[in-house]
Nanobody, 128 residues
Framework: QVQLVESGGGSVNHGESLTLSCAAS????????MGWFRRQTPTEEREGVA????????TITESVKGRFTISRDNAKNTLYLQMNNLKPEDTGMYYC?????????????????????WGQGTQVTVSS
């Protein structure tokens, strides 16, 4: 059974940093494209933030380029999102996601519809 558990969220001030972690289990983590998504309200669609494939190739959404870094530690079955110089518009619930089995490469599109498994999310709040 696929399980994704996010941690590391919190409340910070504008310009500060946070590192999110996602502990994965129940599937071969090293063989899956993984991603981070976010949304500000429960009714919004999830916005793609970053994704990383099995070779470490990443796709980062334009609004966070230069500030956010996605990485993975296959030995620990853990996905990370390093977030620097946080802005109030980065506030939201952040979700870890895994592509379906057989999808080790992410492709160019960073869309929620390509991901099959989701964590419960971790809240990030950035004050101005």
């Amino acid at each position: 059974q696929v399980q994704l558990v996010e941690s590391g969220g919190g409340s910070v001030n504008h310009g500060e940093s946070l590192t999110l972690s996602c502990a994965a289990s129940g599937f071969p983590f090293n063989l899956r494209c993984m991603g981070w998504f976010r949304r500000q309200t429960p009714t919004e669609e999830r916005e793609g933030v970053a994704q990383i494939d099995i070779e470490g190739t990443t796709t980062i959404t334009e609004s966070v380029k230069g500030r956010f870094t996605i990485s993975r530690d296959n030995a620990k079955n853990t996905l990370y999102l390093q977030m620097n110089n946080l802005k109030p518009e980065d506030t939201g619930m952040y979700y870890c996601a895994a592509r379906p089995g057989g999808y080790g490469y992410c492709g160019e599109q960073l869309g929620a519809t390509y991901f099959a498994s989701w964590g419960q999310g971790t809240q990030v709040t950035v004050s101005s």
